[in-house]
């Protein structure tokens, strides 16, 4: 059974940090690039940062660069989404998504449940 578990939300005045993980469980973890994706009220589901299978490249959206830092542990099967400086804005639900590229060119994609990230005074 495929399992995304995302944890390390919460509330956060701004300015502050948090750290989400990703524990990832019934598929070859090592295989697959991870994301972060948050949805904002209102809005539509976003790219916030991804980090490839091995762990050798990370792209940002424009809007954390710089203030976000994600990471993989390939042997604990686990992701981490470090962020710093946060802004009322970074306010969303934050999903942990696994995606590998199949030989016949769709993706398979897995998703977390999501949490919370407020940022507020």
């Known amino acids: 059974q495929v399992q995304l578990v995302e944890s390390g939300g919460g509330l956060v005045q701004p300015g502050g940090s948090l750290r989400l993980s990703c524990a990832a469980s019934?598929?070859?973890?090592?295989?697959?690039?991870m994301n972060w994706y948050r949805q904002a009220p209102g809005k539509e589901r976003e790219f916030v940062a991804r980090i490839t299978s091995t762990g050798g490249r990370t792209n940002y959206a424009d809007s954390v660069k710089g203030r976000f830092t994600l990471s993989r542990d390939n042997a604990k099967n686990t992701v981490a989404l470090q962020m710093n400086s946060l802004k009322p804005e970074d306010t969303a639900v934050y999903y942990c998504n696994a995606r590998r590229l199949q030989p016949g060119g769709s993706y398979n994609d897995y998703w977390g449940q999501g949490t919370q990230v407020t940022v507020s005074s």
């Open positions: 019934g598929f070859t973890f090592s295989m697959y690039a």
